[in-house]
C-alpha cells in the first residue's frame, strides 16, 4: 500500500498551488483520507480530510475557505487545492488514510501515511 503525495514547491503569497496523493495498493472506499502538515519547529497540524465513499469534507479554520479538498475515484487520488496562500501555509504537507469512523484530527494510529511534500510560501 503506497501513499504518494506530490505538487509541492515554492510560490510566492497570495498564489496557488495542488498538491495530490496517488493511493495505490488497495481499495480506499472504506477509508477518511486526510491532509496535514508539518512547518520546522512545530508540531504536526491537521489540514483536510474527506470521506472517499461520501465525499464529505471537514477543514482546519486556519486553511477554510482557501483550500480545497476533493477527490478523484478513477484515479484513487485526493487533491488539495490551495488558494491565497500565506507565508505561513509554509511546510512538509502529508496525505494520510485512517480506517476509523471518528475523526482523526491528531493524526495518532492512521493506518497508512505518505511521504510528505514541501511547500514554500514567500512573502
Known amino acids: 500500500v503506497q501513499l504518494q503525495a506530490s505538487g509541492g514547491g515554492l510560490v510566492q503569497a497570495g498564489g496557488s498551488l495542488r498538491l495530490s496523493c496517488a493511493a495505490s495498493?488497495?481499495?480506499?472506499?472504506?477509508?477518511?483520507m486526510y491532509w496535514f502538515r508539518q512547518a520546522p519547529g512545530k508540531e504536526r497540524e491537521f489540514v483536510a480530510s474527506?470521506?472517499?465513499?461520501?465525499?464529505?469534507?471537514y477543514y482546519a479554520d486556519s486553511v477554510k475557505g482557501r483550500f480545497t479538498i476533493s477527490r478523484e475515484r478513477a484515479k484513487s487520488t485526493v487533491y488539495l487545492l490551495m488558494n491565497s496562500l500565506k507565508p505561513e501555509d509554509t511546510a512538509a504537507y502529508y496525505c494520510?488514510?485512517?480506517?476509523?469512523?471518528?475523526?482523526?484530527?491528531?493524526?495518532?494510529?492512521?493506518?497508512?501515511w505518505g511521504k510528505g511534500t514541501l511547500v514554500t510560501v514567500s512573502s
Open positions: 495498493g488497495r481499495t480506499f472506499s472504506r477509508y477518511t
Open positions: 494520510a488514510a485512517d480506517s476509523r469512523v471518528t475523526p482523526n484530527l491528531r493524526g495518532n494510529d492512521m493506518d497508512y
Open positions: 474527506i470521506n472517499w465513499n461520501y465525499g464529505s469534507t
